[in-house]
């Protein structure tokens, strides 16, 4: 099956600086790279993806960019505040599925004001 | 307002003991899925339906059932309760794109339940 594989699993930057979470995944047909935020005592939520037709995505204060051939994809955010902090999930199509997702370990983003 | 309702949201209980955890969703989707969360873990899946009476099993689906016998709800089962099973419990579902080219779509969580087998 997939294996995804989410570095680090904890960070913590000061306010206003930039976090960067990286993601390393096995099968080189997957085409779909999302990453969910936890916010504490909430369910994840899609906060941006990737589709491998292109290797970089920006919203605002955060990008994901991709690397097809190297298979590994990177969550940035920029200008980090508090409410930043959280549990951050990157995730993979499971091999050999359309629906299914298999997440990465999580990285837990401290923003210390 | 669109969402994903689970209940209840904690649960303590003893082993062997049958519960059931509820989920439902009114986004009308048609895929659903359950995961349980541990530390170090990440997010595990454990089932998933594609539609009303179709579910098969995720990555780590023993000692748990489910059933869709309709499109918005999706319960999650525990026979008989172990130790082993004390987790975060979260149910998603997404949209189901057409299947001849399928492409992933957003999951939307629910916010979780927390269980507790003594």
């Known amino acids: 099956g997939e294996n995804v594989e989410q570095h680090p699993s904890t960070l913590s930057v000061q306010e206003g600086d930039s976090a960067v979470i990286k993601c390393t995944y096995s099968?080189?047909?997957?085409?779909?790279f999302p990453w969910y935020k936890q916010e504490l005592g909430k369910g994840p939520q899609l906060i941006i993806d990737?589709?491998?037709?292109?290797g970089e995505k920006k919203d605002q204060r955060i990008a994901v960019t991709l690397n097809k051939t190297a298979k590994h994809f990177s969550l940035h955010i920029t200008e980090t505040q508090p409410e930043d902090s959280a549990v951050y999930f990157c995730?993979?199509?499971?091999?050999?599925?359309?629906?299914?997702?298999?997440f990465g370990s999580g990285t837990q983003l401290t923003v210390l004001p | 307002e669109a969402q994903v309702t689970q209940n209840p949201r904690y649960l303590i209980t003893v082993t062997g003991k049958k519960l059931t955890v509820t989920c439902s969703q009114n986004?009308?989707?048609?895929?659903m899925s359950w995961y349980r969360q541990d530390p170090g873990l990440g997010l595990r899946q454990i089932y998933y339906?594609?539609?009303?009476?179709?579910?098969d099993k995720g990555d780590v689906p023993e000692g748990y059932k489910v059933s869709r016998k309709e499109k918005r709800n999706f319960p999650l089962i525990l026979e008989s309760p172990s130790p082993n099973q004390t987790s975060l419990y979260f149910c998603?579902?997404?949209?189901?794109?057409?299947?001849?080219?399928?492409?992933?779509?957003?999951?939307?969580f629910g916010p979780g339940t927390r269980l507790l087998v003594l």
């Open positions: 998603a579902s997404s949209f189901e794109s057409p299947r001849v080219l399928p492409i992933q779509e957003t999951q939307y």
């Open positions: 099968d080189s047909a997957s085409n779909y």
């Open positions: 990737i589709r491998s037709n292109v």
């Open positions: 995730a993979v199509p499971t091999a050999g599925s359309a629906r299914q997702l298999t």
């Open positions: 986004m009308n989707h048609e895929y």
């Open positions: 339906s594609m539609n009303v009476e179709v579910t």
